[in-house]
Antibody, heavy 118, light 110 residues
Framework: EVQLVESGGGVVRPGGSLRLSCAASGFTFDDYGMSWVRQAPGKGLEFVSIINWNGGSTGYADSVKGRFTISRDSAKNSLYLQMNSLRAEDTALYHC???????????WGQGTLVTVSS | QSALTQPPSASGSPGQSVAISCTGTSSDVGGYNYVSWYQQHPGKAPKLMIYEVNKRPSGVPDRFSGSKSGNTASLTVSGLQAEDEADYYCSSYAGGNKGVFGTGTKVTVL
């Protein structure tokens, strides 16, 4: 059974940093591109970032480019999102997702909540 | 990149059909056959319903179908059932290793 379990969310002040993690299991991690998708409270889905199967290619939404960095560790079957210079508008539930915008997002984690507030 | 445009709401009686549109540009929906659709019930993670415009993952009922014409994609739910009441989002590849989601449509089963 495919499982994606996020962690690392919390409350942070504007300008602060957080590192999200996603533990993947139930599939061959190295065979898949992975993504982060967020959803602000009561709002719609927003693509955040994508990394290909071997980490050699990444992509970011314009809203986070230059502030967020996606990475993966095949030895730990884990996906990460380093978030710097956080803003109030980054407040959202962050989902770890198997897949990419060009393959579809076929499995979703339950998400980890990030709140940016002073 | 701007969100794809979906109607805020759609509704139908049990057994009827409902269609949801998803309008983008030639740089996303119109430029690639990488349109997918997601169903989200309250408090739950989204679920993939359609990928690559019109393909259904295993386990998704054939009541769900997808299509595309130009810069607009559509999801049709036939034979509406109570459990189809949910929010639906489209998504498209937007080039340059980026994706874009639609604004979301709330489907109500009357």
């Amino acid at each position: 059974e495919v499982q994606l379990v996020e962690s690392g969310g919390g409350v942070v002040r504007p300008g602060g940093s957080l590192r999200l993690s996603c533990a993947a299991s139930g599939f061959t991690f190295d065979d898949y591109g992975m993504s982060w998708v967020r959803q602000a409270p009561g709002k719609g889905l927003e693509f955040v970032s994508i990394i290909n199967w071997n980490g050699g290619s990444t992509g970011y939404a314009d809203s986070v480019k230059g502030r967020f960095t996606i990475s993966r560790d095949s030895a730990k079957n884990s996906l990460y999102l380093q978030m710097n210079s956080l803003r109030a508008e980054d407040t959202a539930l962050y989902h770890c997702v198997r897949g990419t915008p060009y393959s579809s997002f076929d499995y979703w984690g339950q998400g980890t909540l990030v709140t940016v507030s002073s | 990149q701007s969100a794809l445009t979906q109607p805020p709401s759609a509704s139908g009686s049990p057994g009827q059909s409902v269609a949801i549109s998803c309008t983008g540009t030639s740089s996303d929906v119109g430029g690639y056959n990488y349109v997918s659709w997601y169903q989200q019930h309250p408090g739950k993670a989204p679920k993939l319903m359609i990928y690559e415009v019109n393909k259904r993952p295993s386990g998704v009922p054939d009541r769900f179908s997808g299509s595309k014409s130009g810069n607009t994609a559509s999801l049709t739910v036939s034979g509406l059932q109570a459990e189809d009441e949910a929010d639906y989002y489209c998504s498209s590849y937007a080039g340059g290793n980026k994706g874009v989601f639609g604004t979301g449509t709330k489907v109500t089963v009357l």
